[in-house]
T-cell receptor, first 116, second 114 residues
Framework: AQKVTQAQTEISVVEKEDVTLDCVYE???????LFWYKQPPSGELVFLIR??????QNEISGRYSWNFQKSTSSFNFTITASQVVDSAVYFC?????????????FGRGTSLIVHP | NAGVTQTPKFQVLKTGQSMTLQCAQD?????MSWYRQDPGMGLRLIHY???????DQGEVPNGYNVSRSTTEDFPLRLLSAAPSQTSVYFC?????????????FGSGTRLTVV
């Protein structure tokens, strides 16, 4: 069975603060993919990033960065110098063959509120 | 390039009524799935399909039926609506080859059962 845990239900920060969203996953598969999605107040789900299990390089995209550590089964997401527009619910997801042909399993999401 | 199209965007049903949520994708993706989103519960998988003619149950399949007669379409049927099915429903698609590129989601259907 596969599982994704986002222990932080809600995080509140003031603009320009850095914030890290935690994601811990469980799977018995050696090949798998990890994702982050953003759901702004408008409701759509926006794909942010994908990592495969063989690529542990951290990735940076502008103010966003992701830290993938297989040793701790974590795939954390950091927003540097947060902005009000970053306010959204963020979902971490795991896709692995053991979970039903790569159909993603999602965490419960972390609601990020950025105050001006 | 429409991506994943869901209709309707909003729907109100009375308890016991049936309806079909439509989902269509134009990316020739093999994989399609339906999720429901409830407050504090994240996205939970209802049913999924790995290709035309092949469907399987997810985490919360009760009260829902699906079929996949074509690659493009994956409708979700509510057989007899119940208030517990009030939720936001998302359809998603992906390609096995591009499975690592992430699932593309429709814009969602907000369903209220009264």
């Amino acid at each position: 069975a596969q599982k994704v845990t986002q222990a932080q239900t809600e995080i509140s920060v003031v603009e320009k603060e850095d914030v890290t969203l935690d994601c811990v996953y469980e799977t018995r598969d050696t090949t798998y993919y990890l994702f982050w999605y953003k759901q702004p107040p408008s409701g759509e789900l926006v794909f942010l990033i994908r990592r495969n299990s063989f690529d542990e390089q951290n990735e940076i995209s502008g103010r966003y960065s992701w830290n993938f550590q297989k040793s701790t089964s974590s795939f954390n997401f950091t927003i540097t110098a947060s902005q009000v527009v970053d306010s959204a619910v963020y979902f971490c997801a795991l896709s692995a063959p053991g979970g039903g042909s790569y159909i993603p399993t999602f965490g419960r999401g972390t609601s990020l509120i950025v105050h001006p | 390039n429409a991506g994943v199209t869901q209709t309707p965007k909003f729907q109100v049903l009375k308890t016991g009524q049936s309806m079909t949520l439509q989902c269509a994708q134009d990316m020739n993706h093999e994989y399609m799935s339906w999720y429901r989103q409830d407050p504090g519960m994240g996205l939970r998988l209802i049913h999924y399909s790995v290709g035309a003619g092949i469907t399987d149950q997810g985490e919360v399949p009760n009260g829902y039926n699906v079929s996949r007669s074509t690659t493009e379409d994956f409708p979700l049927r509510l057989l007899s609506a119940a208030p517990s099915q009030t939720s936001v429903y998302f359809c998603a698609s992906s390609s096995y080859v591009a499975g690592g590129y992430g699932y593309t989601f429709g814009s969602g259907t907000r369903l209220t059962v009264v």
